[in-house]
């Protein structure tokens, strides 16, 4: 069985400043992981993912996020954050154990940013 | 362009009416996916579809139905017997196992 826990469910940052959002997951194989972002009213749109190539993946609108094996985690990170950047983060997981390539969600950790 | 249609944007059902929300991609996708959205929460998983004519229960399928008659085409059905339909109901596709999932811009739907 697979799980994800965002360990924030908010969180807060002035517009500059650096941004982490902590993402811990379980799996039973070695999984595929996301990242996508949701801004008000709207669909998901993915950010970034990990797919057992480099543990250091680079995302759109600067954000990257390191797969650590070890930790059992996949932070996400910015080193600016920008007032656009606002919105809802989800970490999301899929492993080849599951038959029906459903992704486990997180429950999402919203992002403000002030100016 | 290719991706994922969601229609309509919002719509507003009376207690006791049956309504199809509608999701179609054209990204050639063989597996697609129904969730259901509440305010502060993450996604849960309504039905998905692997392949046409065939679908399988989510964590939350009752009171919902779907079909998969065609590859492009995954219709939600939220019936009389979903207690609390009011939500965001987002629809997404993926080509295969471990690959990312690409979203609509979801429909709110409304009880009055």
């Known amino acids: 069985a697979q799980s994800v826990t965002q360990l924030d469910s908010h969180v807060s940052v002035s517009e500059g400043t650096p941004v982490l959002l902590r993402c811990n997951y379980s799996?039973?194989?070695?999984?595929?992981l996301f990242w996508y972002v949701q801004h008000p009213n709207k669909g998901l749109q993915l950010l970034l993912k990990?797919?057992?190539?480099?543990?250091l993946v680079k995302g759109i609108n600067g954000f990257e996020a390191e797969f650590k094996k070890s930790e059992t985690s996949f932070h996400l990170t910015k080193p600016s954050a920008h007032m656009s950047d606002a919105a809802e983060y989800f970490c999301?997981?899929?492993?080849?154990?599951?038959?029906?390539?459903?992704?486990?969600f997180g429950g999402g950790t919203r992002l403000m940013v002030k100016p | 362009d290719g991706g994922i249609t969601q229609s309509p944007k919002y719509l507003f059902r009376k207690e006791g009416q049956n309504v199809t929300l509608s999701c179609e991609q054209n990204?050639?996708?063989?597996?697609m996916y129904w969730y259901r959205q509440d305010p502060g929460q993450g996604l849960r998983l309504i039905y998905y579809?692997?392949?046409?004519?065939?679908?399988q229960k989510g964590d939350i399928a009752e009171g919902y139905s779907v079909s998969r008659e065609k590859k492009e085409s995954f219709p939600l059905t939220v019936t009389s017997a979903q207690k609390n339909p009011t939500a965001f109901y987002l629809c997404?596709?993926?080509?295969?196992?471990?690959?990312?999932?690409?979203f609509g811009q979801g429909t709110r739907l409304t009880v009055v």
């Open positions: 990204l050639n996708h063989d597996a």
């Open positions: 990990y797919t057992s190539a480099a543990t």
């Open positions: 799996s039973s194989y070695s999984p595929s």
């Open positions: 997404a596709s993926s080509s295969g196992r471990e690959t990312e999932a690409f």
């Open positions: 999301v997981v899929s492993d080849r154990g599951n038959a029906g390539n459903m992704l486990t």
């Open positions: 579809s692997q392949i046409v004519n065939d679908f």
